[in-house]
């Protein structure tokens, strides 16, 4: 299973998306957000299904600001999921391999 990976977003929000099956029910990944520098942080978003096994986590903040989280699955399936400003998944090919670098 991959290490957890956070970023702090332009405006000072705090994300980090932890790859775990077993903290919650029919998830493989549970994205938390903190709006206070990490003191408390809450539910955000989290990946389904459990059956896949997360080995490599990224995440990219583009110029509009938007936070992109990418996935590599132990299968070699690669997802992006766009944390800001809205939350959509979205599933690459092959060719998108070298973005998990």
């Known amino acids: 299973m991959g290490k957890p990976y956070a970023m702090k977003a ?25 709006t206070d520098a990490g003191d408390t942080w809450n539910y955000y978003t989290a990946m389904i299904p459990s059956t896949k096994v997360i080995t490599k986590i990224k995440m990219v903040q583009t110029g509009l600001d938007w936070i992109f989280l990418f996935y590599l699955t132990k299968t070699g399936e690669i ?10 998944h979205i599933k690459f090919g092959d060719n998108f391999r070298d973005l998990m670098k």
């Open 10 to 34: 332009n405006n000072g929000d705090l994300y980090i998306a932890i790859p775990d099956t077993n903290s919650s029910n029919n998830h493989c990944m549970t994205v938390l957000k903190s």
């Open 79 to 88: 997802w992006s999921f766009q944390l800001n400003p809205v939350k959509k």
